[in-house]
C-alpha cells in the first residue's frame, strides 16, 4: 500500500499508473471475451460505419465492430508484452547473476553472446527470429524475449558484480550460507528495484514491438485481433474511414506513455539518491 500512494503521489506516477489501471482492466475484459459485439461477428449491413451510440467506434470494411476488436487487441498485445518480458526478464535475470557469480570464462562467454545480440536493431533483430521460426503469437512471444533478454542481463550484471564483493555477502560465505541462498537471499533481492523499473519500461518496448510485427504480417495472425493487424488493414481507407486508424493508434501511443510515466515514476521512487534529495 505504501508503493501505491508513492506512485499515485508522484505526478508522472499519477498519471502513468492510472493510464496502466484501465489498460490492464480493459485488456482482461477483451481476453475474458466481454466486449460490446462478438469482435469476429461481421455485420455486411455496417460496414464501414461511422462511430455512433450502437458502435462506438465505428466498424470496418467487414462490418466487424471496431471497438470490440480494439478491446481484444489490447487484451492479446497484453498476453504477448507480458509474456515476453516475463521471459526476457527472467532468462536475463538468471545470465545476469550468474556472469557475475561465476566470472572468468562464463562470464565472457555470456555477455559476449549478449553483445552480438545488442549489435542488431531490436526489430530487425525479432524479424530476423520470426523469418527463422515463422510468424504466430508465441513465435513474437519469443522473438521479443530475446531482443530484450541482453538488456535485463546487462541491468542485473553490473550491480550483481558490486553488490557481491559486499561485507554482508563475505559474512554470508563465512558463516556457510549455500551459493542459491547468497544469490537470491543476498544479490537478487538487492536488485529489486532496478528490475522493478526495467520491467515497467520493458513492457512498453514490447507493446510496441508487438504491433510493429503484426502491421508487418509476422505477429498475431488473422481472425485474431490485434492492434497492428488494425492499424494494417486501416492504411488503404484512411480517407473514407479514419477512424480505423485513429483508434488503434491512440490506444498504443497512450498504452505506451503510460508504461514509461509509470516506469519513470518508479525509478524517481526507488533510486536511493533521488528519495535523499526531496527528503
Do not use: C
Not at 4 to 19: D, K, M, V, Y
Not at 60 to 76: C, E, I, N, P, Y
Not at 254 to 269: E, P, V, W, Y
Amino acid at each position: 500500500m505504501s508503493m501505491l500512494r508513492a506512485i499515485f503521489s508522484h505526478p508522472s506516477g499519477r498519471i502513468g499508473g492510472t493510464i496502466v489501471v484501465i489498460y490492464v482492466v480493459v485488456a482482461m475484459l477483451g481476453m475474458f471475451g466481454i466486449t460490446p459485439h462478438n469482435p469476429l461477428q461481421q455485420y455486411r449491413i455496417d460496414r464501414l460505419h461511422a462511430p455512433s451510440m450502437v458502435y462506438w467506434m465505428g466498424t470496418d470494411l467487414f462490418g466487424r465492430d471496431v471497438a470490440s476488436r480494439l478491446m481484444k487487441g489490447v487484451g492479446q498485445s497484453f498476453l504477448v508484452g507480458v509474456s515476453a518480458v516475463a521471459l526476457a526478464s527472467i532468462a536475463g535475470t538468471v545470465l545476469g547473476l550468474t556472469a557475475a557469480w561465476f566470472g572468468k570464462a562464463w562470464d565472457g562467454i555470456v555477455m559476449r553472446v549478449m553483445d552480438v545480440l545488442l549489435a542488431f536493431p531490436a526489430i530487425l533483430l525479432a524479424l530476423l527470429i520470426i523469418a527463422v521460426a515463422g510468424p504466430g503469437t508465441w513465435t513474437s512471444v519469443a522473438a521479443i524475449a530475446i531482443v530484450y533478454m541482453p538488456i535485463f542481463t546487462r541491468v542485473v550484471r553490473g550491480p550483481a558484480l558490486s553488490i557481491k564483493s559486499r561485507e554482508f555477502v563475505d559474512a554470508a560465505r563465512t558463516f556457510g550460507s549455500s551459493r542459491r541462498y547468497i544469490l537470491t537471499h543476498h544479490l537478487l533481492l538487492n536488485l529489486v528495484a532496478p528490475l522493478t523499473v526495467q520491467v515497467t519500461l520493458a513492457l512498453a518496448w514490447s507493446l510496441l514491438t508487438e504491433a510493429g510485427l503484426s502491421f508487418l504480417g509476422l505477429g498475431t495472425q488473422p481472425p485474431s485481433s490485434s492492434l497492428g493487424l488494425m492499424l494494417a488493414d486501416s492504411r488503404n481507407l484512411m480517407e473514407t474511414a479514419p477512424w480505423l486508424l485513429i483508434f488503434p493508434a491512440i490506444t498504443i501511443m497512450i498504452s505506451i506513455l503510460g508504461f514509461n510515466l509509470l516506469g519513470d515514476a518508479l525509478r524517481d521512487i526507488l533510486d536511493p539518491k533521488t528519495r535523499s534529495r526531496t527528503a
